[in-house]
């Protein structure tokens, strides 16, 4: 099983790049764990609706590049076994329970890759939420983006220990 996590912008702060090398760490017992992070656009003072979309677009095409190189015909088709999740605000919202499940699902029907996506501030361009076979939302609460890889890290190694009955 591989697990390959797509973040825009480079983590800054100490203590979560050490939550990250702890979740890391711990996962490496249920999966093959790869982080990927791609630059994050600057974004102007005074940002009007197109310049947002144009920045996402810019964050869209640099998370494309590693999506093509994990899917087939960049990033709309997907190669056997794999399987796109993109995090979004108004994406599906699951218990702890329920994600467990339905990473369980995945791996069961054949799916051996599942690549997590997370925009940077802004979220993520509407073409690359479109692509996603999967929206999910890890809460109504609003994190920093660089958070969210934390927090991603930690539900996907609860996932891991539901599912294998562990505690």
Known sequence: MKIVVIGVGKIKEKYIKDGIAEYSKRLSRF?????????????????????KIGVMKKEADRIAKYLSQKTSKKGMGL???????????????????????????FFASGISNIIFIIGGSLGLDKELLESA????SL????????????????QIYRAFK??????
């Not at 999966?31 to 310049?51: A, F, G, K, Q, Y």
């Not at 190669?79 to 699902?105: N, P, Q, R």
């Not at 539901?162 to 505690?167: H, L």
Request: glycine content about 6%.
């Open 162 to 167: 539901i599912n294998n009955g562990e505690p």
């Open 133 to 136: 076979q999967l929206r999910l």
């Open 79 to 105: 190669k056997t076994g794999s399987v796109i999740v993109a995090l979004d605000v108004k994406g599906e919202k699951h218990s702890s329970e329920s994600f467990a499940s339905k990473m369980g699902l």
């Open 139 to 154: 809460s109504e609460l609003t994190f920093p983006h660089q958070l969210v890889r934390l927090i991603l890290l930690e």
């Open 31 to 51: 999966c093959d764990l790869e982080i990927i992070e791609v630059d994050d656009e600057p974004i102007p003072e005074n940002l009007s609706p197109s310049m």
